[in-house]
């Protein structure tokens, strides 16, 4: 992409355009076609050019007023002809304007000629040219504040009564190698010491706005720490309070400090209890005072928690939620007699509802829902209009979100397979309200590949009800498919001082990709009180999905949109990922992603002051799933389990997948990943989640990190610090755990050859830097193009295997139940890699179950270990104390004092005990030596408990006996082997 030069001099303007008009060209293109020209401008200034989706030799020319440019094949994970010829795709400019709607430009290009009248295009309206081959639609102005080779993340802002912005956000500083820590290797090094080597860590930052320009950044926290989001809110006296959590000593504790007089003040803090303070959000009430809630964790559960100003400090912290649920996402809003109101959304009803809750005079009166069905209702934004009317934004999802999803059941929903975002008032009196015209109108639809389609929210059909046909009717080697639906998510809602209703969120739409990922954008929607404006396009928003910019208004009609853009709409190689052959290793020296604060700012006519609503029915109080209900007694008895040896059983997994992921565009959100595992998957232990924690990039793998961290609950949960190494085939796809933070995932050498063979050097290299690290790994999908030959193995670092995983399929042996076979290899056939053959090579391996991408509910890593903290965990791999299922069953299989996992002799015959306990009867329960069914039994009940003597074992061999079970529901539990070396006569 040859448009550094003029790219860089368009986005570095001291002053920010007015507006921007993207020009998209190619819209109709079957092939890839020139599209080189330029434009003018007539009535108005150009003060900048930059490219949308360049890629290639795409490049602007010097000067800044034309382009070289060819429309492209549309850029999906993995290659973009995995279903035959991909689609060509448009590309396109934005040019930057100062000017009035008096104004034109003419733009030139080798396909044709035609002019855009700003006039014509107002904010939410696209103008179609060339017979449909071009269209132009009007965006806000955007500026960088400022540029570094830092990482800016997570803004949050609040205007003064001058009309100043206050904002606060994080900084994370590089390690000064960190892009060549993560090259991929020519040969092995010396060593794996680097891997260890510390990051810059981070520190929250505040800076001013006021007249037209920021000021110089505030250090709020000290640099070199480890911190989370923060808020901040001015109080009655012009004083900001910013807040944030830090990480100390292993526990996050929420903390404030103001600006006063340009300075710091002191700091003061506002947690210090035992488990994490986080995700704060802060208003301040019609008096002037600061209040702040947060989402704080106490003995493995999430509440809501909420403080106000008192003077220089704050009170203490009140318990503002009040169910047995986890509750999460807090947001705030207080309105001009007085009231405060607190919204989140809660996992009290097995499912995700959001609620509302307001303080007034002083007092917290009743908990009230939002919305309470049984689908997925989630990460809200509250805001109070000019009449007292609240306003909540929130996202819906799906019924049974995170239950069974995979290639075989669909009787639930995955995490992401479409989200709407919902608007509802709340009169003063309770009664709900929404908004006389339908915001589900402007808004994007299904993502679609077409720039220009029209497909809004509104039109979309059902997408919420799961389909148990889905599963039943799947294409051969091809997983469970998503449902087409759209993806807006993350809503931000704000009022601005005229009324106008401005909500932003995230789309996929257009739907392109990069190496980081899939490409997620802001978009603006407005109400005016009559009439929607929108869906307007917000440039230098592309990051993740989870990515929540600031809003803030200083005057009727005008909104600055304050967000974190790390470049991923433009394509970059990315040498990483995929891992490449010899010839492919990387060679890109410099990380082109990066994260930086944007502003997009907007001005339309002011709000009409009051605003056309109608009256809805009021949501009704949520209930709890009879289904969940079922599944709660089964995970407590799990949880209550405890072994002849005090060994407790812990259920999870170590094979997710997020947004982080290049791969991860139908995941959803890295947070959204630890929902389903502490609340829909109800787990004791993970690891999550991405391959290389974001293809080795340092802040990616920081924030995977962190969150490992701040969910940590000792007894409770046990997150791992994890990551996938995905190495093609021969070597294998292997998920990888440390209990230790802080260690780098390992870079590549060349892969080996699969019709050579012999040990692969960057397997052994593996299993070194895991030694030296005290880690294990495993195989997935091991007889897959993602799998191995089985030509490596080491029993100290590789003690399980992934048996089987959600998203596809069982690789225990041929012909076993859910097994992949030739015409039905979802991931491709290698039946080189079915574990029974690595069993008969003496490999002692464990099994264990886990999810990979979009499945849920049905694959689980069940550990039996001393107690629930990381060293235990760890030391059950080790000893290879592991079972997989795809359900909750409970199971037991020991031989005298031994039991599964275990390698030992004995002179007597060798005795079997198994002890299981289903989630409903057995149809089959199988004993299998030596890969060969040895003894059967059809108990027809879920209570399973028998034992089993090997009368004719070999003198002086060593033979391994494991255990499958299957239900008569389908359901799978695979008992991990034990090897029995028989020294009798």
């Not at 803030?552 to 600055?560: K, P």
């Not at 947070?671 to 609340?679: A, E, K, S, T």
């Amino acid at each position: 992409m040859k448009n550094a030069l003029v790219y860089l001099f368009a986005l570095s303007a001291g002053a920010q355009a007015a507006v921007g008009v993207r020009v998209i060209l190619g819209l109709t293109d079957k092939t890839p076609t020139k599209w080189d020209g330029s434009v003018s401008a007539k009535g108005a200034r150009i003060t900048g050019i930059e490219p949308w989706r360049f890629e290639g030799e795409d490049a602007l020319a010097s000067g800044g007023s034309s382009w070289n440019l060819s429309t492209h094949p549309v850029r999906l994970f993995g290659g973009a002809n995995q279903q035959g010829t991909p689609p060509v795709v448009a590309n396109g400019v934005v040019v930057w304007v100062d000017g009035d709607d008096n104004g034109s430009l003419d733009v030139t290009t080798v396909n044709g000629n035609f002019s855009i009248r700003l006039a014509d295009i107002p904010f939410g309206k696209t103008m179609q040219a060339l017979g449909g081959r071009a269209a132009a639609d009007r965006i806000p102005g955007a500026s960088r504040i400022g540029a570094s080779a830092d990482e800016q993340d997570y803004p949050a802002a609040a205007a003064d009564k001058s009309g100043n912005v206050w904002l606060a956000y994080l900084e994370f500083k590089h390690n000064p190698d960190h892009n060549k820590l993560r090259w991929n290797l020519r040969e092995r090094p010396a060593n794996f010491d680097n891997l260890q080597a510390r990051t810059g860590g981070d520190q929250i930052l505040a800076r001013k706005y006021s007249n037209g320009a920021w000021g110089d950044p505030i250090e709020i926290s000290a640099g070199g720490g480890d911190v989370y989001r923060p808020a901040i809110s001015v109080d009655g006296s012009g004083t900001a309070w910013v807040f944030w959590s830090s990480n100390e000593k292993g526990n996050f504790d929420l903390w404030t400090r103001p600006i006063v007089a340009g300075k710091p003040g002191r700091a003061v803090r506002l947690s210090d209890a035992k488990g994490s303070d986080i995700d704060p959000v802060a208003t301040t009430d019609s008096s002037g005072k600061v209040w702040v809630a947060w989402q704080a964790w106490r003995d493995g559960r999430a509440s809501i928690m909420a403080a106000e100003q008192k003077g220089r400090g704050f009170s203490k912290a009140a318990l503002v939620s009040s169910s047995k649920g986890n509750e999460w996402d807090p947001a705030i809003a207080a309105d001009s007699s007085g009231r405060v109101s607190v919204v989140w959304d809660s996992y009290r009803a097995g499912n995700y509802d959001v609620v509302a809750r307001t303080a007034a005079s002083g007092k917290w009166g009743a908990e009230t829902f939002v919305a309470a069905t049984a689908k997925y209702e989630a990460y809200p934004s509250a805001a109070y209009d000019k009449s007292g009317r609240l306003w909540v934004a929130y996202e819906e999802g799906g019924d049974r979100w995170g239950k069974d999803f995979g290639a075989y059941d669909t009787n639930g929903l995955a995490l992401y397979q479409g989200r709407a975002i919902r608007l509802k008032g709340f009169e003063s009196d309770g009664r709900a309200v929404e908004t006389g015209a339908d915001v589900g109108a402007v808004m994007p639809g299904t993502p679609s590949q077409n720039a220009a389609a029209t497909a809004r929210q509104s039109d979309a059909g059902a997408f919420t009800t799961p389909d148990p046909g889905n599963a039943k009717s799947r294409v051969l080697s091809r997983p469970a498919a998503n449902v087409p639906a759209p993806k807006n998510t993350m809503p931000r809602l704000i009022v601005d001082a005229s009324g106008r209703i401005w909500l932003a969120f995230r789309s996929a739409h257009p739907i392109w990709w990069s190496p980081l990922g899939t490409v997620w954008t802001e978009h603006l929607a407005s109400f005016d009180g009559k009439a929607w404006t929108g869906p307007v396009f917000l440039a230098h928003s592309d990051n993740l999905l989870d990515n929540r910019p600031a809003l803030v208004s200083t005057r009727g009609g005008e909104l600055m949109v304050v967000g974190s853009a790390d470049g991923r709409r433009e394509f970059h190689r990315l040498g990483r990922l995929p891992p490449g052959r010899p010839a492919a290793i990387a060679t890109l020296t410099e990380d082109p992603f990066n994260n930086d604060l944007w502003t997009n700012v907007i001005s339309l006519p002011p709000g009409a002051g009051t605003l056309a609503v109608k009256e809805v029915p009021k949501p009704p109080a949520a209930s709890v799933d009879a289904m969940d209900s079922v599944e709660n007694s089964a995970v407590a008895r799990m949880r209550a389990y405890r072994t002849p040896d005090k060994l407790r059983l812990l259920r999870g997994e170590f094979h997710r997948h997020s947004e982080i992921s290049a791969d991860g565009g139908n995941d959803g959100t890295i947070i959204d990943q630890w929902r389903y595992m502490l609340d829909a998957g109800a787990m004791d232990w993970v690891g999550c989640c991405d391959h290389d924690n974001g293809g080795g990039r340092e802040y990616s793998w920081w924030i995977s990190q962190k969150l490992t961290e701040i969910f940590y609950t000792p007894g409770k949960f046990v997150p791992m610090f994890s990551y996938e190494r995905s190495v093609p085939y021969p070597e294998g796809h292997r998920n990888v755990i440390f209990a230790q933070r802080g260690i780098r995932s390992l870079p590549r050498l060349p892969i080996s050859s699969a019709d050579v063979p012999g040990r692969a050097p960057d397997t052994q290299m593996l299993y070194d830097y895991l030694k030296k690290f005290n880690g294990i790994v495993a195989s997935h999908t091991s007889g897959t193009n993602m799998g191995t030959d089985w030509r490596d193995n080491d029993p100290l670092t590789e003690p399980v295997v992934e048996i089987y995983q959600g998203d596809r399929q069982n690789y225990e042996m041929p012909g076993a139940p859910r097994t992949n076979a030739e015409n039905d290899s979802i991931g491709g056939w290698r039946p080189k890699g079915f574990v029974s053959l690595a069993l008969d090579m003496g490999y002692k391996l464990a099994f264990q179950a886990s999810s990979d991408h979009v499945s849920t509910h049905m694959s689980y890593c069940n550990i039996l270990a001393k107690d629930s903290t990381r060293e235990s965990i760890l030391e059950a791999f080790q000893k290879r104390h592991v079972y997989g299922s795809t359900d909750n069953i409970l199971a037991d299989f020991r031989s005298g004092p031994h039991m599964m996992g275990d390698a030992f002799s004995t002179p007597s015959l060798p005795e079997l005990k198994l002890k299981l306990t289903g989630t409903g009867p057995f149809a089959k329960v199988q004993v299998i030596k030596n890969g060969k069914y040895v003894y059967t039994q059809e108990p027809k009940k879920a209570e399973v408990d028998f034992t089993w003597k090997d009368n004719s074992p070999e003198s002086g061999k060593s033979s391994y006996y494991y255990v499958r079970g299957e239900q008569e529901n389908g359901e799978i539990v695979w008992v991990s082997p034990m090897w029995i070396t028989y020294t009798g006569k």
